[in-house]
Nanobody
Framework: QVQLVESGGGVVQAGGSLRLSCSVS????????VAWYRQAPGKPREPIGG????????YKDVAKGRFTISRENDDTTVVNLQMDNLKPDDTGTYYC??????????????WGQGTQVTVSS
């Protein structure tokens, strides 16, 4: 069973940085794309951006200029979200989502459990 685990969340002051990681495991043959989302209290989950298995990253407006998505040593199963110049509005639970195919060649789309980010003013 495919599992995603996010890590790296925490509490940081405004203007600070955090680096989140998303690790994909469990019978994975391919990881086609890993995407990051976030959900602030009382708000719907919103996309941040994602990265393809070829290493092409794209971003939504909330992330442009401050967030960077990358793979760990070109490993498609570990994707990082570097967040700089954090603002209190960035507070929320951050999730990663991966899609691809399992070793039995079945498609999957799986979410992680989320990691909390709190930015204090």
């Amino acid at each position: 069973q495919v599992q995603l685990v996010e890590s790296g969340g925490g509490v940081v002051q405004a203007g600070g940085s955090l680096r989140l990681s998303c690790s994909v495991s469990g019978g994975v043959l391919t990881v086609i794309r890993v995407a990051w989302y976030r959900q602030a209290p009382g708000k719907p989950r919103e996309p941040i951006g994602g990265i393809s298995n070829e290493g092409a990253a794209n971003y939504k407006d909330v992330a442009k200029g401050r967030f960077t998505i990358s793979r760990e040593n070109d490993d498609t199963t570990v994707v990082n979200l570097q967040m700089d110049n954090l603002k209190p509005d960035d507070t929320g639970t951050y999730y990663c989502k991966a899609d691809g195919r399992t070793i039995s060649r079945q498609p999957y789309m799986t979410w992680g459990q989320g990691t909390q980010v709190t930015v204090s003013s």
